[in-house]
């Protein structure tokens, strides 16, 4: 029994405590361990959330759309993508967006996945004025809002609530040589620009989608020369008196959102639109198609969708013997005319309010500003679209414009669908496209559509 007590006091003896500092060293290393899965945990939860929340935001836009329906690719023609985004080249057919009741086509989508458009046709006819840059010029002060000139952003006011669907374009005035562009000094920004070099050639220019047989300015410059494009698609050089189409670009918003559309341009890809513009939208009068070319607080402004009939028979007439001022007080005048001939003629002329035609000189002498024919103008029942209105039919031409070229001349100025600005003597005979006003609170049936127009209720 003793020798039994001294084995176990023995092993007794044996067990020994953990030291106090390799205790401390244990708890401290494990307490540093929970620390590092906590903050990492966290960090991933955070990071993943930010992801999924991100990737919420996309959900049901137009880009996450574009996005899914298209595969890059390395042939010639089709979706590519690039360092900073995606570029339509090529002949492609899937790139229509309608928007603002305006057909564009997709050029490019940016690294933040906005969307950078071009309009299909040409939007009106310019000269560039007498300046030989973009600033400055009539195609900018037409297409882009700015504050202290009146009558400037006429693209721009014509969209469907821009502020809220548009991101800045950013755009350079690069100089064209050997079929590259080189863009110096510090880019710019603005809501609405117009097709560049750049933009033309990466879409591989007379090969791609925007050779579409007119004559468009381009954003660039060679040999001190502003650009445009011909109609076989070549690039060329033009001079400060030479009037060509207007081709808008802006960029959507990444958030817009996806309603519906496959990109072709029979089923266009439509967004939601707030605010959405009735400009560029039908509505019929009797037996007359018109579309709205411009609004304001009280008044659409409406231009005949196809040219003047009397009778199921198109009738063209000379603008005058003379002269190109548009006056309503001279008879053999259009404007005499449109006012008292034609007007008689319509079933609901009652409906027709006054309006200004403004027919200030557009000329050399006053610098081929488009601004100049506000200078002066005349109350008319029934008119005809100016240079700066904006032209909702692409397939009409050859029809006369309200704008006076000079107070002793004889030759006045044509719309030309194929984007020049001609001219031609007052008095050859010519197609006519009238414009007209009507209250807004009158059209309460229709949706606009040319299948559906609007109606005075």
């Known amino acids: 029994m003793k020798k039994e007590k001294k084995v176990k006091a023995e092993k007794h003896k044996e067990k020994k405590?953990?030291?106090k500092a390799e205790f401390l060293f244990n708890v401290m290393s494990l307490l540093i361990i929970i620390g590092l899965g906590i903050y990492f945990g966290s960090r991933s939860i955070y990071y993943y959330s930010k992801h999924t929340n991100a990737s919420k935001k996309e959900v049901g836009t137009l880009v996450e759309h574009?996005?899914?329906?298209?595969?890059?690719?390395?042939?010639?023609?089709?979706?590519?993508?690039?360092?900073?985004?995606?570029?339509?080249?090529?002949?492609?057919?899937?790139?229509?967006?309608?928007?603002?009741?305006?057909?564009?086509?997709?050029?490019?989508?940016?690294?933040?996945?906005?969307?950078?458009?071009?309009?299909?046709?040409?939007?009106?006819?310019?000269?560039?004025?007498?300046?030989?840059?973009y600033e400055g010029s009539n195609l900018e002060i037409w297409l882009t809002k700015k504050d202290q000139i009146d009558s400037s952003g006429i693209f721009y006011q014509s969209l469907s609530d821009a502020y809220n669907h548009l991101v800045?374009?950013?755009?350079?005035?690069?100089?064209?040589k050997n079929n590259k562009v080189t863009c110096s000094g510090k880019k710019k920004k603005d809501y609405v620009t117009l097709l560049s070099v750049e933009d033309y050639l990466n879409a591989s220019s007379k090969d791609g989608f925007l050779n579409n047989g007119t004559y468009t300015w381009l954003l660039g410059n060679q040999d001190g020369s502003f650009l445009y494009m011909s109609e076989d698609g070549k690039i060329g050089k033009a001079s400060y008196d030479e009037g060509y189409g207007v081709r808008a670009v802006i960029t959507l918003d990444?958030?817009?959102?996806?309603?519906?559309?496959?990109?072709?341009?029979?089923?266009?890809?439509?967004?939601?639109?707030?605010?959405?513009?009735?400009?560029?939208?039908?509505?019929?009068?009797g037996n007359d198609l018109?579309?709205?070319?411009?609004?304001?607080?009280?008044?659409?402004?409406?231009?005949?969708?196809?040219?003047?009939?009397?009778?199921?028979?198109?009738?063209?007439?000379?603008?005058?013997?003379?002269?190109?001022?548009?006056?309503?007080?001279?008879?053999?005048?259009?404007?005499?005319?449109?006012?008292?001939?034609?007007?008689?003629?319509?079933p609901y002329r009652d409906l027709l309010q006054d309006f200004f035609v403004y027919t200030?000189?557009?000329?050399?002498?006053?610098?081929?500003?488009?601004?100049?024919?506000?200078?002066?103008?005349?109350?008319?029942?029934?008119?005809?679209?100016?240079?700066?209105?904006?032209?909702?039919?692409?397939?009409?031409?050859?029809?006369?414009?309200?704008?006076?070229?000079?107070?002793?001349?004889?030759?006045g100025y044509l719309y030309n669908r194929l984007g020049i600005l001609t001219e031609e003597n007052v008095s050859a005979k010519k197609h006519v496209v009238p414009t007209i006003a009507i209250l807004k609170t009158i059209l309460t049936q229709g949706d606009g559509t040319k299948e559906n127009p609007l109606k005075v209720g």
């Open 168 to 176: 800045e374009t950013t755009y350079c005035e690069g100089t064209f």
């Open 17 to 19: 405590m953990m030291p």
């Open 254 to 285: 990444s958030h817009s959102k996806y309603v519906t559309g496959d990109g072709t341009k029979e089923n266009p890809y439509q967004i939601e639109e707030s605010n959405p513009t009735k400009v560029g939208k039908y509505v019929q009068l």
């Open 66 to 133: 574009i996005l899914e329906e298209n595969d890059p690719t390395q042939d010639k023609d089709g979706f590519h993508q690039i360092d900073d985004g995606y570029l339509f080249v090529g002949n492609v057919e899937n790139n229509y967006v309608l928007f603002s009741n305006r057909l564009f086509r997709i050029l490019k989508i940016n690294k933040d996945h906005t969307i950078k458009l071009v309009s299909e046709n040409n939007q009106t006819i310019l000269t560039l004025g007498d300046v030989t840059t």
């Open 360 to 411: 200030g000189e557009i000329s050399q002498e006053m610098g081929f500003s488009y601004l100049n024919q506000y200078q002066n103008n005349t109350t008319v029942k029934m008119g005809l679209l100016s240079i700066a209105d904006l032209k909702c039919n692409a397939d009409l031409t050859d029809y006369a414009l309200s704008n006076t070229t000079s107070s002793v001349g004889d030759i």
């Open 290 to 346: 018109y579309q709205i070319y411009r609004q304001d607080d009280r008044l659409y402004y409406l231009s005949l969708s196809n040219y003047l009939t009397l009778n199921g028979q198109e009738v063209q007439v000379s603008y005058d013997s003379s002269t190109t001022l548009f006056d309503p007080r001279t008879r053999g005048n259009i404007a005499y005319y449109l006012n008292n001939t034609y007007f008689y003629q319509l």
